[in-house]
């Protein structure tokens, strides 16, 4: 058993009370690592230590935090084989696959708000009274608590930390507490390039997260998460009026119009349907196709899933490895027992092996928009797809959920596609392909899928906070 600690005021420590909880290898099932259990006097430690550094973080100049944020990408490079062991040990997903589809963009992420730190933009001075002038600065907003999902450890933690970096910001971050092994990896690259206290680990549970947001010193909550999750940090931060920054599910609609190039789209569509075993807020799970397509979409659909191999970690030919966590597994499997009479499993539905929390591809069709497996995030390796008559009925059905993260739209009508992207209420429209994301372009939802955006320049802006200076010219 392997003992990871927390990271607060540049060393490694245990919970305060020493308590702490098993961390479980998804393949095996079996617990391989010990992590603390936080409670409030390790809370108050990083906090302390993060607010006392903050004066002095804050006062560093774009270039200096640029430099330090290179640095850690650098790193990052340098110890990808490592980065990649504590990921795949976390989760289970493909070794292959983590480090050319996690390792590469992390690194460029991290480059990005590197460079951003640089490029702050406001308006321009003038007079907008006369013998006066105005001007806007651009500030760090303090403390960050941050908090990370179990589906990509290390991304989402680049994603939370790194723009918060950038702008002068100070950070306690908490892993999900079934995925802590890579997040204390990075915490000790970043801490052999930060000063003492500008960057904390706290490890723990959802009570952990819970006195983070509800700890007085943070000025900004930020999590990525369930909605119950996000819906439960915005009511704990508004008694003292924190700033609060959401990235919740999704249920991202698929709409495939007749016109589409079946294969291709059928190909590039199931993969970025059970990529990660599903468990992606963006994942491509919710098709829509059109009537006159349909059931040769949906043959080749199955035929697709029939093809997609899960399994062990070191198998290259693996697409997607186990589900998170035995509650993951219950609940993806639940939702597939309580399918309705008129719905026809047309792919996997089962649980693969007896031996860590694996579950095959599955297709999912004659379904109504009113079925709880079309309005709720599975969050697993689940496909499903309804029949939709026109381009009409099609909006009203992709939009016709809680969430609105994603989306994609299948055409080689320029004009439609123009006019989905306008119509699709989500705060991602892709066309013709599904789930790229890229440094320089914005993440981030409406409805119940949050608000405030991930990468992009928006992401980083999130992180600062706008001042007036007016002065008189008469002085």
């Not at 990525?224 to 959401?246: F, I, N, P, W």
């Not at 599903?278 to 059109?290: F, I, K, M, S």
């Not at 290259?316 to 490895?321: A, M, P, R």
Request: net charge negative.
């Amino acid at each position: 058993m392997r003992k990871l600690c927390n990271y607060v005021d540049g060393e490694f420590r245990d919970a305060a009370d020493g308590r702490t909880t098993e961390v479980v290898n998804p393949v095996t099932g079996e617990a391989y690592a010990t992590a603390p259990l936080s409670g409030q006097a390790d809370v108050d430690a990083a906090m302390a230590a993060a607010a006392a550094a903050f004066p002095a973080w804050r006062d560093t100049t774009p270039a200096e935090r640029q430099k330090a944020l290179l640095k850690i990408a650098d790193a990052f490079e340098e110890r990808a084989e490592e980065l990649i062991a504590a990921e795949v040990e976390n989760t289970g997903k493909p070794i292959g696959l983590t480090r050319t589809e996690e390792i590469p963009p992390m690194v460029d992420q991290i480059r990005f708000f590197a460079g951003a730190a640089r490029m702050l933009e406001g308006r321009g001075a003038g007079e907008y009274m006369e013998g006066l002038t105005s001007f806007v600065r651009r500030e760090p907003i303090g403390v960050c608590a941050q908090v990370a999902p179990w589906n990509y450890p290390m991304m989402m933690a680049v994603w939370k930390f790194a723009p918060a970096l950038a702008a002068g910001n100070t950070v306690v971050l908490k892993p999900s507490d079934t995925t802590p092994a890579s997040t204390v990896l990075i915490a000790g690259i970043i801490g052999s390039v930060l000063p003492k206290g500008v960057f904390n680990v706290v490890c723990g549970d959802r009570d952990t997260g819970r006195l983070m947001v509800e700890h007085p010193t943070p000025a900004m909550a930020s999590i990525t998460g369930s909605v119950r999750a996000g819906m439960s940090v915005a009511e704990s931060a508004s008694k003292d009026l924190k700033r609060v920054h959401l990235e919740l599910g999704g249920k991202a609609p698929v709409v495939v119009f007749e016109d589409t190039d079946i294969p291709k789209a059928v190909e590039d569509i199931s993969v970025a349907g059970f990529f990660n075993a599903g468990q992606d807020c963006t994942a491509a799970t919710r098709v829509l196709v059109h009537e006159s397509i349909h059931d040769e979409f949906v043959t080749a659909l199955a035929k697709a899933a029939a093809e997609t191999k899960t399994g062990q970690p070191d198998d290259e030919d693996v697409l997607y490895g186990p589900l998170n966590n035995p509650d993951q597994l219950r609940q993806v499997a639940g939702f597939v027992e309580r399918l309705p009479a008129h719905a026809k499993v047309e792919a996997g539905g089962h649980r693969v092996g007896e031996k860590g929390y694996f579950y095959a591809p599955t297709v999912v069709s004659g379904l109504k928009q009113d079925d709880e497996i079309v309005q709720n995030e599975v969050f697993g390796p689940v496909i499903t797809v309804q029949s939709f008559r026109d381009e009409d009925q099609a909006v009203e059905w992709a939009n016709g959920v809680e969430y609105a993260l994603a989306s994609s739209v299948w055409t080689k009508d320029h004009g439609r596609a123009m006019r989905m992207s306008k119509k699709l209420d989500f705060g991602c429209v892709w066309i013709n392909t599904h789930i790229p994301l890229v440094a320089e372009m914005p993440h981030g939802g409406f409805k119940k899928s949050g608000y405030g955006k991930d990468l992009s320049a928006y992401g980083f802006d999130d992180y600062t906070r706008v001042k007036h200076v007016m002065t008189s010219l008469d002085v």
